[in-house]
């Protein structure tokens, strides 16, 4: 522990630079004049893993080159011990609104105590954080003490649309006894947390068709259904007034909380005041008996993402519109199916029969089958205890509202967990102008890769 | 009734030449750079009373010359006799999308025995038949056989903002026995209608508030109120399922149409199946117990015109939306009153106490209150006596759905009852590409007017 201790306080200079180097490529996935900087990402990445001492990296086509590379790196410490396998990503998000950015969003600036850069946390920083762990084994010890893979994508932040085939076509390459996730976020900078689920997602599109034009409400109204009325009762009957979702058979997979998670998460602390002051909403609603951290982490949603139709101009239009529309996604918990879900949406949707319109449900791509751990996993007590000496305070558990679809597909295609394991601070703007990262936090999360293979090895694994 | 026929027949020509002459002026009053042209066609119509044999005209500047003038015309042929003034007005509307027009909209036309140009119904068209059936008993008896005025404005087409201020300010040039509007339309081409009704008007917007920004529905959804749920529930609680309006009160004030009005609704020839083929819907849909035409003419509604909050583009976004919006209004008959019916639709909203989220109520200007006439109102029998000499079919009564403020000004201002005696075909395009009038159509209505106005100076008037 000293060790490891004086010797990333000693390499923070170097980490500051070299992280600096990394967040200046404009590794952009959404945009295909960024290619080739995605391209350079990629292979800065396969770079660092050569300098962190990995023996066998190699970069990956995606797509016979249309899509953006894998980065996959292995290093075989003893092949009797348990393998490990690290997942992050190089690319990052747009920068757009750029005007709303302090310092240019790739050219890394300094302040107070701060480094602003897209990326710098979601998932540059977090990535080499878990790089430099690895690194940090193998100068203070010759090796990792167990064997460690990488597998780092480039499509990330565009829904990670080739990962899956990857996954399936070189599970001999990615066969691990757990994923880590250095993409992901703690409590609070001064606190750790055990994410151990995230929630799926359905989506789909209801269309409400009326008369072959739009009308004249005054020479028509009255006399023909409107497709928004049509529509304002569809979606109406999809929750209560109280606050659940109305679908019959939605909740019916619902893996029920145990007494124990419940205690677990109420345990958490979760100042729900200031959740609500900062945006500006006076008090909680949802699905009724259950508690704002359990409704946005271990209970499904069924949530209206958009809706249109007619005018919408200044003042008045006196039209009667020929059709209406409405976006829809669920969030998903244990052991939801998206299909069975949209399913359903769509038999209850089709049950309401209301007259004089023509209804149809489109259901969209990308869907995420939801995501939990089991709570006694013994990877989750080793990091817990590696989190607590980390912040000097316990890591409570945590459940993610939102969806992170390659977490299934480790279930699902190699068959082993995914442990949210990434030291990304809640506030840092991800997705936003004026991200950033605290430095000081940069060689605690090193070391929290340090110990946590660490206490991997000394444990019975996680077979 | 020899005379008038051989009259018109042989001015056939000259009539179809003033008019094009009328419809090459590009009035539209909704565009500022055509205010010239608006201010010509002003002129023309001043011209053309005075070439009718109209003693007094006048051309009144509007809201000190910003508004479009109205033309006043004042013929006393003996000041013991009844007053009747013609309503009407000068301007049109734009010509979008002016390619679709099969010729240029202000260059007349003439195709298969139809004059093709906008306004060629709408209304110059229909007011220079009036015009011209005022010009013919002066050619033909020396005078007017009762008094006439002319009321022609050039704001109809922007919801006529001065009109009200003007009829107040001018009530004793205005002052007359009866209105007849030479805006409006008839049956069929081969059969006139007795309009005895138009609707009235009351809009509002419920705007919906949730959190101070657009979120995310994996980190939020499910946890705090969703404007766009809270606004479906507000919007399918204003009607019931069966299509009755849900808004407590919404009714009370509604005049109940008696047996023999219903009677009469239900003998005006109306092909339903036709008329729901042609708008591509396959069944009526309304209040429940009303037939479409009283639905369309004798009852209330409340449509909604717009809605919209959240992401409409392609796909899928993950967006809790921060606000969410409808547009609302409502078609209103006697004696239902504008700004009761606004009240009561606030009422109902604020009654509904949606959680979680703040929901404002606007109304809008522009709210008339609805119109009718009397069934037994000695005018009406004379004009149908007319349109069954001209058509050879008895003219039914008939109401129409949409809203004429004017109608209204003229009751509630002057005290006067404001007759529907327009000779538009219903099948003109009027507001569309390629509005034209049947050219045989005209003189029949100058003949209509001529008819009239001598069946009304038999009468006993309309005091």
Known sequence: ????????????????????????????????????????????????????????????????????????????????????????????????????????????????????????????????????????????????????????????????????????????????????????????????????????????????????RDLHSGSFGGAVANPLHALAQIVAGLHTPDGKVAVPGFYEAVRPLSPEERRDLASTPFDEKAWLAAIGV?????????????????????????MWGGFQGEGTKTVLPAEAHTKITCRLVPDQDPDRILDQVEAHVRAQRVPGVRVEVRRFAGSARPYAMPVDHPALAAAARVLERLYGKPAPTARMGGTVPVAEFFRSILGTWFLYYSFGDPDTRVHAPDEFIRIDSIPRAVKGYYLLLEALAGSAGAR
């Open 1 to 212: 522990m000293a060790d490891v201790e004086r010797y990333v306080t000693g390499e923070r200079e170097r980490y500051l630079e070299e992280l600096q180097e990394f967040l200046r490529i404009p590794s952009i996935s959404a945009l295909p004049e960024h290619r080739p900087d995605v391209d350079r990402a990629a292979q800065w990445v396969a770079e660092a893993l050569r300098r962190a001492g990995v023996p066998r990296v190699e970069v990956f086509p995606l797509e016979g080159g249309k899509g953006h590379p894998v980065v996959y790196g292995e290093w075989t410490a003893d092949p009797a011990k348990p393998t490990y396998l690290i997942y992050g990503h190089y690319d990052v998000q747009p920068v757009d609104p750029v005007e709303l950015w302090t310092s240019p969003p790739f050219e890394p600036q300094e302040r107070e105590g701060r480094l602003y850069a897209r990326g710098a946390t979601d998932d540059k920083g977090c990535l080499f954080e878990a790089i430099k762990g690895v690194e940090a084994l193998g100068r203070l010890r010759g090796a990792p003490p167990v064997n460690v893979t990488f597998l780092v994508e480039g499509e990330e932040e565009i829904g990670s649309p080739n990962l899956a085939a990857f996954m399936r076509e070189h599970q001999d390459l990615l066969r691990c006894d757990l994923a880590l996730s250095a993409d992901g976020e703690m409590l609070s900078p001064d606190q750790g947390c055990l994410t151990i689920a995230s929630r799926g997602l359905a989506a789909c599109q209801i269309d409400v068709y009326g008369a072959n």
């Open 282 to 306: 006076a008090e909680p609603f949802g699905e009724p008996g259950y508690s704002t951290l359990e409704r946005l982490g271990a209970r499904p949603t069924l949530e209206i993402n958009g």
